[in-house]
């Protein structure tokens, strides 16, 4: 308990608020209570394992404890020490516990009612479980009401099934809880009772008894009271800063910088993470206007939540003497299987688009427009193309003919007469008979750089302000998709428009993969950043529905392990290499410069997933020694995945692993440290997806927690290589995930002030790092953990970069100790953002200061500074 005890000391000495002293003496002397009142502490005690229904979902195995089996005390308020990862629903129902010979805890339980999955899990101490596994037993049935029971050198397992109707009993037997013996129906089980029912704060439960000795017991209180303190730890905000800081007047900080002590560290920290969530691609990022122009949305895109999805989404039928259907017989390509076939009595109906909520036009803008048409019955004939507003005026239009008996792609461009934000566009035959018409575009000339099926010029040019040296793509969980059928394919998103492969998104849309791998590898070109795309481990998401307990099929893998060879040599190989001679012949014949590759996102670290991981890490390195393979360590920065994943990587030998940690601001002010203790001989950390998370963020407050935490990682730039926040862009109205970095809408981009933080790290990066001394003339622990200098010297430029987070409300009147950095130019670029927690507004400001000026620099109350010094040789 010295620990804990130090700890809460330590803690009311960084804070003036009551309330939060309070809980954390109440936390202390709960622990007390725990070790101290049994001061003759019994040999043993009574064990009650079990879960309650939570609404729909029986979310965690918990605990009670019981000296003499009939008084009852729960142990952490019924805190959840072991919680299922299986699918999206995350049951664990009637959870069984077993303690073997050698003293492991083995937990079976109930996924759910759907399938015949055993699912298990092992622990030493309660408190921290391995990898769980899920086992298929049946095919045809569920598996309820698991028990186990020793049998001789093996274990027998049992379980209920109901799914057919009739109740039946299975039995398996297994000496290692990994390989099972055949499924066996049985007449009945050889023990009874196994499970008790037991009344638990006026409630029954039902779980297994076991007798343990007291320190088991404690274990469990101690650690869901390290949780509890963590908990509170992380829940500081600026929101109790009036009360924290309410004697807190303006600080002096005097600043000493030391050369001599300087370390090089990553120059590639800043980067961007793009996924397509929150409608990012289509209607967002990728710059085509027209909302499903295949005709290829289906139900299932959004699992049958919404009946309006399907061919005829974002499309209606204007007009007299017309009708229009979906039909797939004989299409422009088998990979685009619908089409829309026109039926025309009259030359007065149009086929009209919405667009993705309005098509936004800039009156004087040129835009490309195609379709691919065939006439079926009729000569065919003339097609007016229009753009029109939502009274009905002509803002742009042009014709083309559709007289051809077979799939034939017509273009033309559009003039823009007007700036609408809501156009739709129009698409009158002037024939009477029947057209097929599919793949329509309407595309903006000014993309960013001008590519043809190119990026929205504004939203693009945003993300390259950051200037970031890499960009992740095409995402996290819709790498690996929502089961194995869903898997993103990078094969499937090259080539021509018609040819690719649309598929549903793991995040509940369509995705026509227009913004496929060519374009992006493209966009990582042309705004100087180095590709890292991501490929599933062989498995699917965590999340996916059926879970993460299945993969490839072995037999399968030799192949989707060549598919992941193909894209390396896709993108490096020489034009006349089979892949390099096909990206060559989509108009780069220069390689792209692959050097880093990404294998599986937040994986769960499971048997089935090392196995698939080693076998194309190997491949990969066999064949291509020179591509860093980044691993994966799930998505939480503790717990059982990050462990395994890190032991993975210490395995293999792997040169960079991906952390993933969305994280509240009092984390962020609270573990600072959290980089300083990494084994600088292992593996390099990317933190791929990171975000802070604020009461009303995103705002200054979030924003200057992400600086703290992107300033301590530049002092551990020797051993995190890479950072991006996540999620990157999110359209309004449509916004799935919550905080991002850049909203936007049809005509409008909106970044937060996040946005400018990570803008100021990426333009003011370094590649050494210089260590620097900070004293206040307020020591205490609550104060000093509100302020961060870093400063970083760019080799490059010669420049000197010192940056300054204070998250206190009071500011700093700094003195900088500059001497040890040479002869610097007079003139200093200073830049600050500053504002209130909850401003959510606000723009950096910079200007030029004086060498003078900044000797006593004083720095605002919420505040980031960046001083850019020039060295005078």
């Excluded at 620990?3 to 007390?32: E, G, P, Y």
């Excluded at 007798?211 to 949780?227: F, P, R």
């Excluded at 998505?635 to 952390?659: C, H, N, R």
């Excluded at 009461?695 to 551990?716: Q, T």
Aim: charged share 25%; aromatic share 10%; hydrophobic share 35%.
């Amino acid at each position: 308990m010295k620990k804990v005890k130090d700890l809460i000391i330590r803690d009311s000495k960084k804070t003036n608020n009551k309330k939060r002293i309070l809980i954390l003496l109440l936390i202390f002397f709960t622990a007390q209570f725990s070790s101290s009142i049994w001061a003759k502490e019994p040999d043993s005690v009574y064990l009650f394992a079990y879960t309650k229904q939570d609404g729909k979902r029986a979310n965690g195995l918990m605990f009670a404890w019981s000296a003499d089996g009939k008084k009852w005390h729960t142990i952490g308020s019924e805190y959840r020490y072991l919680k299922s990862d299986y699918g999206r629903d995350k049951t664990l129902i009637q959870p069984f516990l077993l303690r073997d010979e050698q003293g492991i805890w083995h937990c079976f339980w109930t996924l759910n009612e759907r399938e015949g999955l055993l699912a298990h899990t092992t622990s030493e101490d309660l408190v921290k479980w391995k990898s769980q596994s899920y086992n298929k037993m049946l095919s045809n049935d569920n598996c309820l009401s698991i028990e186990a029971v020793k049998k001789g050198d093996s274990y027998d397992v049992s379980w209920i099934g109901k799914l057919s109707g009739k109740e039946k009993i299975y039995s398996v037997t297994t000496q290692d809880f990994k390989n099972f013996s055949g499924v066996k129906e049985i007449a009945s089980r050889a023990n009874t009772n196994l499970r008790n029912t037991i009344n638990i704060n006026g409630e029954n439960a039902t779980g297994t008894v076991h007798k343990v000795k007291w320190s088991v017991v404690d274990g469990l209180m101690k650690a869901q009271q390290m949780v509890a303190y963590k908990g509170i730890l992380n829940g500081e905000s600026t929101h109790d800063d009036a009360t924290r800081f309410s004697s807190l007047k303006q600080l002096e900080a005097k600043v000493n910088i030391n050369s001599s002590e300087s370390k090089s560290i990553s120059d590639l920290l800043i980067g961007v993470f793009f996924e397509d969530l929150n409608y990012a691609a289509d209607g967002g990022l990728y710059a085509e206007l027209i909302q499903n122009r295949d005709f290829e949305y289906v139900l299932s895109d959004k699992e049958g939540k919404d009946k309006d999805w399907n061919s005829r989404k974002a499309w209606e039928l204007k007009g007299k003497g017309a009708s229009w259907t979906i039909d797939s017989i004989s299409p422009v390509h088998p990979n685009n299987k619908h089409y829309a076939k026109l039926k025309l009595e009259s030359t007065d109906a149009a086929l009209v688009s919405e667009g993705f909520d309005g098509i936004p036009l800039k009156a004087g803008d040129k835009y490309n427009f195609s379709l691919f048409s065939k006439i079926q019955e009729g000569k065919g004939g003339q097609v007016l193309i229009r753009l029109v507003d939502k009274d009905g005026k002509v803002c742009g239009e042009n014709t083309l003919n559709c007289t051809s008996a077979n799939w034939k792609k017509q273009e033309i461009v559009l003039t823009a007469t007007q700036t609408v934000a809501d156009a739709k566009l129009e698409i009158h035959p002037r024939f009477q008979g029947t057209v097929a018409i599919d793949m329509i575009s309407l595309f903006p000339q000014k993309t960013f750089k001008g590519r043809k099926n190119g990026l929205r010029a504004d939203l693009a040019q945003t993300i390259a302000d950051l200037k970031p040296k890499f960009m992740r793509f095409p995402g996290g969980c819709l790498a690996h998709g929502d089961g194995l059928s869903n898997m993103y394919r990078w094969k499937n998103t090259i080539g021509p428009l018609e040819a690719r492969v649309p598929q549903r998104n793991i995040w509940d849309y369509h995705q026509t993969v227009g913004l496929g791998y060519f374009e992006y590898f493209q966009f990582c070109e042309d705004i100087g950043a180095l590709p890292l795309p991501v490929v599933a481990a062989g498995v699917p998401c965590q999340n996916s529905n059926g879970g993460q307990q299945g993969g490839i099929p072995m037999e399968q893998m030799g192949e989707y392990v060549q598919e992941v060879l193909d894209l390396i040599e896709w993108a490096n190989g020489g034009v006349n290499t089979k892949w390099g001679k096909i990206r060559s012949e989509s108009g780069h014949p220069k390689p792209f410069n692959l050097k880093y590759i990404g294998v599986g996102n937040e994986d769960m670290i499971t048997d089935v997933f090392e196995e698939r991981f080693t076998m194309i890490y190997k491949a990969i390195k066999e064949k291509y020694p020179e591509i860093t393979v980044i691993g994966t360590s799930g998505p939480f920065l503790e717990g059982t995945d990050y462990e395994e994943g890190w032991q993975i990587a210490d395995k293999l030998g792997l040169s960079m692993v991906d952390e993933h940690g969305y994280q509240s601001v009092g984390w962020y002010i609270n573990n600072q440290d959290f980089y300083d203790s990494y084994d600088r001989n292992k593996a390099k950390v990317y933190l791929g997806e990171y975000a802070a998370r604020a009461k009303g963020g995103p705002n200054l407050e979030s924003a200057l927690a992400e600086a703290l935490h992107l300033a301590n990682i530049e002092r551990n730039g020797d051993v995190v290589a890479m950072t991006s926040y996540a999620p990157l862009l999110a359209k309004e109205k449509f916004t799935q995930w919550n905080p991002d970095m850049i909203y936007f809408n049809n005509t409008e981009v909106k970044p937060t002030v996040g946005y400018y933080v990570q803008q100021l790290f990426g333009q003011n990066a370094g590649d050494t790092y210089i260590p620097t001394s900070l004293d206040l003339s307020d020591r205490s622990e609550a104060v000093k953990k509100r302020i961060v200098v870093s400063v970083v010297h760019d080799k490059a430029s010669g420049d000197y970069i010192v940056k300054l987070v204070n998250l206190l409300p009071v500011s700093v009147k700094t003195k900088l100790d500059l001497s040890s950095l040479g002869q610097l130019e007079t003139k200093v670029s200073y830049t600050c953002l500053s504002g209130q927690p909850e401003d959510k507004q606000l723009r950096p400001v910079t200007n030029s200061i004086s060498l003078s000026e900044v000797m006593e620099k004083e720095i605002p109350a919420y505040s980031f500074s960046v001083l850019r010094f020039k060295n005078a040789k």
